[in-house]
């Protein structure tokens, strides 16, 4: 019998979610990535910029340019610390460690009924053919009778 996943919605609300907790992860990582990607590229611009010119427009230019991407800097930091603080709720309310035992438990009460299922369906095949063969019996004997008796 068919045991895998690849079934009629086997896995059902569990392989949904997660499929949903596996996006969610990913869309975790790129937001990580880019928030962090931020940070780095504004402050080694401020690093470049940082460096003391003698033409004071200049200087002043630059240092608008320095809060500019200082500005950039604690919003990508700001994002950061709103991602961690959706990262606690998430492993408060719905922790991924949970996610992953409840939908192991489940494929494996899962497969314990597919097993179930299909000793159950190899009784019955069993029981048909035997009733089958009783029945074709009775049958081929009943038709001799009826054969014999009106030959006499």
């Known amino acids: 019998m068919n045991k895998g996943g690849a079934g009629g919605g086997a896995g059902g609300p569990t392989a949904a979610a997660a499929l949903a907790a596996a996006q969610k992860q990913k869309t975790l990582q790129q937001r990580v990535d880019n928030d962090i990607g931020n940070i780095v590229d ?4 401020i690093v470049n910029v940082a460096r003391v010119n003698d033409p004071p427009v ?3 230019q630059e ?3 320095m809060e ?4 950039r800097m604690v919003q990508a930091a700001d994002s950061l610390l709103k991602l961690v ?3 606690k709720q998430t ?4 922790g991924f460690a949970t996610l992953n035992d409840h939908v192991e438990q489940r494929t494996e009460e899962l497969n314990q009924l597919a097993d179930k299922t299909d000793g159950m369906l190899a ?3 069993e029981d048909a053919a035997a009733s089958l063969t009783e029945l074709e019996s009775h049958y081929y004997s009943s038709v001799r009778s009826n054969q014999i008796a009106t030959m006499k």
């Open 58 to 60: 200049r200087n002043s």
């Open 68 to 71: 500019m991407r200082a500005s």
């Open 42 to 45: 504004n402050f080694s611009f």
């Open 123 to 125: 009784r019955i095949g």
């Open 91 to 94: 492993a408060i309310f719905s």
């Open 85 to 87: 603080s959706e990262l």
């Open 63 to 65: 240092a608008f340019m």
